[in-house]
């Protein structure tokens, strides 16, 4: 445990080397949406590959850098890729950004992903405002010894997706004109979409929209104290009686489509992150 507080710290301390301040407020950028990270302004770039210790995204739609800047008068550093799961790394490697970003003074996260609508009054295209999720990835990335100087062995899941930011993005929708829903978010390990029976047992579980990221991370932001926000794009509906085939393109094609919608909305929402 020691050699990864270590490696947390090393990442940290590479990145800090090249930075003139530090953020306050971290975003990861799911499948599609990464281009929210063009609006960063006086942004400095780091590859993956470049900062010690950080694993590098393999998925199409994922560009694979860490961008710093100021967003919305907020300092931010934003993960434009993420690390999956189902790509081979370990739930540690997969969220071990948010160590980073912790390390660096980060104090909340705004998660954003592209999902899989389950709830019938979502439509592709719709930005839901995730509530709270399940976790059916059949892993957890606090399993292992535990790093105390980050969090508690047994941290609690009770707001895990804060609720006054759940209030902020609300309010930001309402200002911007923006329709949004609200709902559960199921996370699966992919990299397979699921079948029928499948979705109708998820959405008989109580989920709206399901996907392949994001639960593993904001676990590991509830460990260690951040606040969190998280933003689905609804890319197609997984109504299991009525599924149809699904290729990653599709889901590319919608994300691409409501990219402006989610700017605004993540641009207006930050100004109330704290």
């Known amino acids: 445990m020691e050699n990864k507080?270590?490696?947390?710290?090393?990442?940290?301390?590479?990145?800090?080397?090249?930075?003139?301040?530090?953020?306050?407020?971290?975003?990861?950028?799911?499948?599609?949406?990464?281009?929210?990270?063009?609006e960063i302004e006086d942004?400095?770039?780091l590859d993956y590959e470049d900062i010690p210790h950080f694993p590098v995204s393999t998925v199409e739609g994922h560009a694979g850098k860490l961008v710093i800047?100021?967003?919305?008068?907020?300092?931010?550093?934003?993960?434009?890729?993420?690390?999956?799961?189902?790509?081979?790394?370990?739930?540690?490697?997969?969220?071990?950004?948010?160590?980073?970003?912790?390390?660096?003074?980060?104090?909340?996260?705004?998660?954003?992903n592209a999902a899989g609508g389950m709830n019938r009054n979502f439509s592709p295209g719709d930005l839901m405002i995730i509530t709270d999720h399940i976790n059916f990835t059949g892993n957890n990335p606090l399993i292992g010894p535990n790093?105390?100087?980050?969090?508690?062995?047994?941290?609690?899941?009770?707001?895990?997706?804060?609720?006054?930011?759940?209030?902020?993005?609300?309010?930001?929708?309402?200002?911007?004109?923006?329709?949004?829903?609200?709902?559960?978010?199921?996370?699966?390990?992919g990299p397979s979409f699921m079948t029928p029976a499948e979705l109708i047992m998820l959405r008989n579980l109580?989920?709206?929209?399901?996907g392949m990221s994001t639960?593993?991370?904001?676990?590991?932001?509830?460990?260690?104290?951040?606040?969190?926000?998280?933003?689905?794009?609804i890319t197609d509906m997984a109504i299991g009686e009525e599924l149809e085939p699904l290729t990653h393109e599709q889901v590319m094609e919608v994300a691409e489509k409501t990219k402006p919608r989610f700017i605004k909305l993540v641009k207006s929402a930050i100004r109330g992150v704290s």
């Open 5 to 38: 507080v270590k490696k947390i710290e090393e990442a940290a301390s590479y990145i800090r080397d090249h930075l003139s301040f530090l953020p306050e407020v971290g975003l990861i950028l799911g499948s599609g949406l990464g281009v929210l990270a063009d």
């Open 215 to 233: 639960v593993p991370e904001v676990i590991a932001a509830s460990h260690c104290g951040l606040k969190v926000l998280g933003i689905s794009c």
């Open 43 to 45: 942004a400095v770039k």
């Open 147 to 189: 790093p105390d100087k980050y969090g508690p062995r047994f941290p609690d899941m009770s707001r895990a997706y804060t609720p006054e930011l759940v209030q902020v993005a609300e309010q930001a929708a309402q200002k911007e004109g923006l329709q949004v829903q609200k709902g559960v978010y199921a996370g699966i390990s």
């Open 69 to 112: 800047g100021h967003l919305n008068g907020k300092k931010v550093v934003a993960m434009q890729g993420r690390f999956h799961y189902y790509e081979g790394y370990s739930m540690s490697e997969v969220t071990f950004p948010l160590y980073v970003m912790k390390e660096l003074g980060v104090r909340a996260m705004i998660i954003t």
């Open 206 to 210: 109580g989920a709206d929209a399901l």
